[in-house]
């Protein structure tokens, strides 16, 4: 059994993907080639027509998207205590202070309460750093709580960047990802919803201004002309390769969805007495990056062995909350200050989550942690 069939996905698509490939490799325009404005033009159909800008991949969208907001030394940006590396990382990578807030334990998402004391608690013991940001994560698919996560960072003056890594194809009050927030971010490594044969990621947003720059920032900061550069940028174009792959994968998205969202509900149905299953809010609608349960009555590692012994794949996102990695020892933190984060992190693990998962299998894991 696989954690995510990408063979069988690829099997599916296979003439028209091998054709796709092929069609780049004869046309020869390797480097921002048509197939990645015709991508970047089919993300803003996905994304309530927001400007969109392909990169190399989602750590650049997201270090590429701060820069754009115009973030780097002597500022700090705010995010969850809980999410994959680069979530805080790009606040290092830019020159700017991580600064972290809890978790709801229902979605795993930033709890807009525990983001407004935090910037609280920040501004007044750092009057020197200006804090001028949160980083929102979309985590295992579910959009943040933007209304909430909006009416705390209006107040504090704070620009919200969306990082919906996990998330594209998802929907929030009807508004989909990439048009949620002032700028948003997504990533294209294979295993995300929607992945491709390597690293790509886009930057999205309503403010075609902020894109513009973005466009200009992933190809060294080039101003009108190539050869003109007006910033400090870096070299993080998303491959034309990739973007054909994407064009063909994005054709199945839609039906994908929906198929992700029938596992999650028979995992929801058949798990819901003995785990906590994951909550979506009723006005949104997940892209089920991640399958995570959390036992309400036995240990994490007990259910772990039991899906090894069953042939069954597990994972385990995240084991340490990003305020306790040790490279970010710096800035200070300790265990306690953030106990959601810290009691998801012991809990949490995921189970097999892809389009591909029949009946016949996903009985198989759901028999595997009934025991
Ligand atoms: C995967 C991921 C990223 C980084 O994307 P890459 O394409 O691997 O660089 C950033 N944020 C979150 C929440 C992710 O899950």
New binding site residues.
């Given amino acids: 059994m696989q954690f995510i069939d990408l063979k069988r996905q690829y099997g599916d698509m296979k003439t028209r993907m091998d054709q796709a490939v092929l069609a780049v490799l004869e046309h020869g325009q390797y480097i921002l080639g048509p197939e990645v404005r015709a991508l970047e033009s089919k993300l803003s159909d996905w994304s309530d027509n927001a400007h969109v800008a392909g990169v190399a991949?989602?750590?650049?969208?997201?270090v590429l998207a701060l820069k754009a907001l115009g973030i780097g030394p002597g500022d700090a940006v705010i995010t969850t205590s809980f999410?994959?590396?680069?979530?805080a990382e790009?606040i290092a990578l830019v020159g700017a202070r991580p600064v972290f807030a809890d978790i709801e334990p229902g979605s795993y998402n930033l709890c807009a309460q525990s983001l407004d004391d935090a910037v609280k608690s920040f501004r007044a013991s750092h009057p020197a750093i200006n804090l001028k940001a949160v980083i929102a994560?979309?985590?295992f698919g579910q959009p943040a709580n933007y209304a909430a996560i909006s009416k705390v960072a209006n107040e504090h003056e704070l620009r919200i960047l969306a990082?919906g890594?996990?998330s594209f194809g998802a929907t929030q009050g009807g508004v989909p990802v990439g048009a949620l927030g002032d700028i948003a971010?997504t990533?294209?490594?294979p295993?995300?919803p929607l992945g491709c044969y390597g690293?790509?990621?886009a930057v999205f947003s309503k403010d075609e201004a902020l894109i513009n720059t973005v466009r200009s920032l992933r190809v060294h900061g080039k101003g009108s002309n190539k050869y003109d550069n007006v910033a400090i940028g870096t070299n993080s174009r998303l491959d034309t390769i990739q973007a054909a792959i994407l064009l063909v994968k994005l054709d199945a998205f839609a039906e994908e969805i929906k198929q992700r969202n029938a596992v999650a509900d028979r995992y929801a149905v058949a798990l819901g007495e003995r785990f906590h299953v994951p909550g979506v809010a009723a006005d949104s609608a997940s892209t089920w990056?991640q399958y995570c349960l959390r036992a309400k009555d036995s240990d994490r590692e007990q259910h772990l062995g039991a899906l090894k012994s069953a042939g069954v794949p597990s994972a385990v996102y995240y084991r340490v909350p990003l305020h306790l990695q040790p490279a970010l020892a710096d800035l200070g933190y300790r265990a306690g200050q953030f106990p959601v984060s810290e009691k998801m992190s012991q809990e949490i693990f995921s189970v097999p989550m892809h389009p591909y998962l029949d009946e016949e299998l996903q009985q198989k894991v759901i028999d595997a942690l009934l025991g």
């Fill in positions: 991949n989602g750590t650049d969208a997201l999410s994959f590396f680069a979530s790009s994560v979309d985590l990082d890594a996990q971010t990533s294209f490594f295993a995300k690293d790509g990621g990056a």
